[in-house]
């Protein structure tokens, strides 16, 4: 696809569709004037499985073409666009009769911005700029949720309840990402929800013995799922602190009281 403009975007591989259904590959498209932007968006995404970016778009008409030819799963949004508020591309995406999920991610804070995405029905908004991380537990939780959706049996009250929710059935715990161990889970959900107040991942790692990068993915886990909530704190100089502070046993990972310590 060229832009209007004569800037290249590309379509992915082939220009072809994204794949539906439970399992599948997640195809995404990313939406931004910038195409340096775009691109480092596009290396983001591409970090994540099984998220798959199919095209890069840098206008809202663009964006709105792309939708139509590639049929991706989710739309990455900026909102700064030089033809249309990004916004305003929503409800035409909807009126062609494409059910595509939309991830606004844009340097507009405005409140104003942020109630309009909810009443669009957004699945997430992030503020630019953002690290790999602040994106990744997004498209993460954004996964989760759609395979239940997609996975849903409606059979009672209680199940229209969760699916509104976006709570996980009690049934079973979600399974933890490749490479996670269900000890090391469990220490580390154990330490969090002990601490008094908020750890930061160093503070965990001192604590559990394990290294400050893998504390700080199971931190972040937690965060997808719903287990821990992140706070920034912010310094001096430098990048502000991610703290993290435990909300509840949503994992299934907690011990029973009767096995802790």
Known sequence: ?????????????????ASHGPGAAIGVLVVDDDFMVARVH???????????VVGVAGTGEEALAAVAELRPDLVLLD??????????VIPRLRAAGHDCD???ISAAREADAVRGAVRHGVVDYLLKPFEFEDLRVRLERYAVQRGRLLGTVVRSQADVDRVLAGAA???????????????????????LREADGTLSASECAALTGVSRVSARRYLEH???????EVSLRYGVAGRPERRYRFR???????LPPAARP
């Open 1 to 17: 696809m060229t832009g209007t403009s004569g800037t290249p975007h590309a379509t992915g591989t082939a220009g072809a569709p």
């Open 42 to 52: 596009r290396a983001f995404v591409e970090r994540v499985a099984p998220f798959r």
């Open 79 to 88: 909102l700064y666009l030089p033809d249309v508020f990004g916004l305003d």
């Open 102 to 104: 939309v991830m606004v």
């Open 169 to 191: 059935p009690t049934a079973a715990a979600p399974a933890l990402p490749k490479g996670m161990s269900v000890e090391t889970a469990e220490l580390v959900e154990r330490t």
């Open 222 to 228: 937690f965060h997808t799922v719903g287990t821990a």
């Open 248 to 254: 509840g046993a949503v994992t299934g990972l907690a």
